[in-house]
C-alpha cells in the first residue's frame, strides 16, 4: 500500500467532476466499485488497482505482474500501462513524480523526527534524577499521543506533538 500527498483543493476538484473512479476511468479500462472518492480497477499488467481519499491523500493498493520480457509486444504494452498509472497519478494527485517523491520524502522525514523525539525523551528521563513526576507524567502522555498518531498514519500531527515534547525537557 502507498501513499500520495494531494495537492490542496484538488480532491474538491476531481469530486465535482464525477470522483476519483471517473477519473480512473479516463485511464483504466475495467473500473469497478467506484464512488466519489475511491475505485477498484484492472488494467494491463496491473491485476488489481484500489485506490481512494483519505485525510487530504490518496491510499493505493496496486498488484502488478511481471510481463514476458521475451516478448517485445508485451514489454512494450506494460511500458504504455505505466505510462497511464503514471498519468493518473499525476492527474489525481495533482504533483508530478518528482514532487511526488518529494512529498514522500517529507512526509517519512515527519515520522522519523516524531520517533527521534520519544526516543530522546525516554532517553533524557533514563538518565535524569532531576526530572519532576508531573513532567514525567506530561512526557508519557505526549508518548502515547505520538505513538498514536505515528498508528494512525498522522505524521504531520506527530511531528507538532513532537516539537512540543523536545520543548518540554528544554
Request: proline residues 1%; neutral net charge.
Amino acid at each position: 500500500m502507498e501513499r500520495f500527498d494531494v495537492r490542496r483543493g484538488l480532491i474538491k476538484e476531481v469530486e465535482g467532476s464525477g470522483g476519483l473512479g471517473a477519473l480512473a476511468k479516463e485511464f483504466f479500462d475495467h473500473v469497478e466499485g467506484s464512488s466519489s472518492d475511491s475505485f477498484e480497477a484492472t488494467h494491463g499488467v496491473m491485476t488489481s488497482i484500489e485506490a481512494r481519499y483519505e485525510n487530504g491523500a490518496m491510499i493505493v493498493d496496486v498488484t502488478n505482474v511481471p510481463p514476458d520480457f521475451e516478448n517485445k509486444e508485451a514489454m512494450k504494452s506494460a511500458m504504455e500501462d505505466r505510462k497511464r498509472w503514471t498519468a493518473f497519478l499525476d492527474k489525481a494527485t495533482g504533483y508530478n513524480s518528482k514532487q511526488r517523491g518529494d512529498k514522500a520524502k517529507e512526509w517519512a522525514k515527519k515520522a522519523s523526527k516524531a520517533k527521534s523525539a520519544i526516543s530522546a525523551a525516554k532517553h533524557f528521563m533514563e538518565m535524569s534524577e532531576s526530572i519532576s513526576e508531573v513532567k514525567k507524567e506530561q512526557a508519557e502522555s505526549l508518548i502515547k499521543e505520538i505513538e498514536a498518531l505515528l498508528e494512525a498514519n498522522d505524521n504531520t500531527k506527530a511531528k507538532g506533538r513532537a516539537e512540543k515534547l523536545n520543548k518540554l525537557f528544554n
